[in-house]
């Protein structure tokens, strides 16, 4: 099977396409290079450098660099007192969902991560021997999570540096694509979710995170007071004033939260189109929309849900305005594309 080395770690080339022309990608020494177009891709501190710039009519608002810039001088999430395997594992556990997600993926399942950031959880992921690619725009924040994993000797897990909308794999070529906390921070995110949703082999999943409409307002709210005041009364916001949280933590949630320069807004309703479109089932939605169920450790992530109906999740959604408080007023999606 033909392989590239990183960092004495092989990628698998087969599952790869040139982000520019669609042609096959061959190995050159450490070099990539598109058997079509003959484009060469080079890899730099072990991680592979595939990215390729949007190419949209002039016409047509592109927030990429703006927001590669962003995260350049704001890697998000940072390692706060992950220094080995073990405490990154106890911080993922703390969360319910990252802990229901590492329990129930198979072990060989083929992974990418879209919007990986510094790779925590792609890392995390990683453990239990699974195919893990972490991909994301900013080349330093993929260098801490190769960072990282290098130094755990994690060796389940990939690094690669790509464009959401140009994404240098085959279709159908991975179980599992998650996209959480990113679509919404891109110029097009229907359009990014149809782009990553085709990665997805038939029978797989994608799993996808997005601001909520209704569950962002008190966000919204504290944004627009610390702009109007030069960022005073951050204590409206209860995780600037935990004492168990570092002073680094701290700032990065800040500046992720209230600082950055895009941002959109969705809803269930809205996504559910996304899914049905782009050839998939709804499996369930973290919030359920059901209004007397709520996510509890001994569901089953990727078995189906019934979806409430139109009055009662409509309720549900309303009643996020009350949640975001702490959580910055999120959601996720999971959908299982059909055979």
């Not at 890697?75 to 703390?94: E, H, I, Q, R, T």
């Not at 229901?100 to 072990?107: G, T, W």
């Not at 029978?203 to 702009?227: A, S």
């Not at 949280?245 to 990065?252: C, N």
Request: charged residues 20%.
């Amino acid at each position: 099977m033909p392989t590239t080395m990183i960092n004495q770690r092989p990628i698998d080339v087969t599952i790869l396409e040139c982000p520019g022309c669609g042609g096959d990608l061959d190995i050159k020494g450490n070099v990539i290079v598109c058997t079509q177009c003959q484009q060469e891709f080079e890899q730099f501190d072990g991680i592979q450098q595939l990215f390729w710039p949007n190419e949209w009519s002039s016409n047509r608002t592109d927030v990429t660099n703006q927001v590669k810039a962003f995260y350049e001088g704001n890697p998000f999430p940072n390692y706060d007192a992950c220094d080995s395997v073990g405490s990154l594992a106890a911080k993922a556990k703390k969360g319910l969902f990252a802990r229901m997600l590492d329990e129930q993926i198979p072990s060989g399942a083929r992974i990418i991560e879209c919007g990986c950031g510094t790779g925590q959880l792609s890392n995390f992921l990683s453990i239990r021997n699974r195919k893990v690619i972490g991909a994301d725009m900013c080349l330093n924040s993929l260098q801490l999570g190769q960072q990282f994993a290098r130094e755990q000797h994690l060796e389940n897990v990939r690094f690669i540096q790509m464009n959401l909308f140009r994404p240098p794999f085959k279709s159908g070529s991975f179980h599992l694509v998650i996209s959480n906390g990113v679509l919404h921070h891109t110029s097009d995110p229907r359009g990014g979710f149809e782009v990553i949703s085709r990665l997805v082999t038939p029978g797989g999943y994608i799993l996808i995170g997005l601001y909520h409409h209704w569950g962002r307002m008190i966000t919204d709210t504290r944004q627009f007071i610390f702009k109007t005041t030069g960022d005073r009364f951050k204590s409206l916001d209860p995780n600037l004033i935990d004492a168990t949280t570092s002073d680094v933590k701290k700032k990065t949630w800040f500046n992720d939260q209230y600082k950055h320069p895009h941002e959109s807004k969705h809803t269930i309703r809205e996504t559910l189109h996304w899914l049905e479109n782009a050839g998939f089932d709804f499996v369930r939605s973290i919030p359920t929309t059901h209004l007397f169920k709520n996510l509890s450790a001994d569901k089953k992530l990727f078995t189906p849900e019934p979806i409430a109906g139109n009055i009662e999740t409509m309720t549900k959604e309303v009643l996020e305005i009350f949640k975001g408080r702490r959580e910055g007023g999120f959601f996720t999606m999971i959908g299982r594309k059909r055979n």
